[in-house]
């Protein structure tokens, strides 16, 4: 099946303007991102998706292929939707312009299950390691069936407990790599609005809920750093530093 990767890259973030251009260890963040991505589908099949023109230039001077998207999109989604209009793809990837340490072999599990479920929206998730607070917001908590298939997700703990004996060991979160076809992201741009849930929850992966779409999990070992605020350059750039990843 023909698939290509889009990194969503948004220069007007409200936390972090210009973030995908910040610099970590010398090299823009999309570009780590764009050249682990290009370990999977090759350099030809990567796409930064954005509504900038700084970044566009930037990447291009990177040598990696830019589509210029519309300053409303609501979502990376729908900057994804956007981009399934102009090119043609079995399956389209959504690796998020944030995530500097993404492995490029949890990339290949996403599509993978996406070729095994090809109408079944496809994301990732791992286990919560020890010194992540369950109750932080920052992290989206999924519950899952035992065949994997999401039931929902919060920044809320889930799921809960009435007695403490019953309390849960583990918790998991979700790790932003999705996989869709064209029909699906046609569907979410066509929904035109933010879900009640989604706007609630400020997770865009629920907007399929009320599309009545499966939406599957596929568990990675991901050690990502997501690098939402200036505050998380140090920790990016202390993990990139050992380079662990490059040689998965």
Request: glycine content about 4%; hydrophobic content about 40%.
């Amino acid at each position: 099946m023909n698939t290509i990767i889009v990194i969503p890259a948004r220069y007007r973030s409200s936390r972090f303007p210009g973030k995908p251009l910040i610099k970590l260890l010398n090299k823009p963040m999309i570009q780590w991102v764009a050249e682990l991505s290009s370990r999977v589908v090759g350099k030809e099949k990567v796409y930064i998706a954005t509504e900038d023109i700084k970044i566009k230039k930037a990447v291009t001077k990177m040598g990696y292929k830019v589509l210029m998207t519309s300053k409303n999109c609501l979502t990376g989604t729908d900057r994804l939707a956007e981009v399934a209009k102009k090119i043609k793809a079995d399956i389209y990837v959504n690796v998020q312009g944030d995530e500097p340490l993404v492995k490029p072999k949890d990339i290949k599990k996403v599509i993978n299950l996406k070729k095994k479920y090809f109408n079944d929206v496809i994301n990732a998730y791992t286990l919560m390691k020890k010194g992540e607070d369950p109750k932080s917001k920052n992290y989206p908590k999924v519950i899952f069936t035992e065949d994997k298939r999401l039931i929902y997700i919060s920044r809320q703990p889930l799921p809960g407990f009435k007695d403490l004996k019953n309390s849960r060991i583990n918790f998991y979160k979700q790790v932003c790599i999705y996989a869709f076809n064209r029909k699906e992201l046609i569907a979410f741009r066509n929904f035109r609005r933010k879900s009640i849930l989604e706007k609630h929850e400020d997770i865009e992966i629920l907007r399929f809920l009320e599309l009545k779409k499966n939406i599957r999990l596929v568990e990675t070992k991901s050690e990502s750093v997501a690098v939402d605020i200036p505050a998380d350059i140090n920790r990016a750039e202390g993990s990139l530093s050992k380079l662990w990843f490059l040689k998965k």
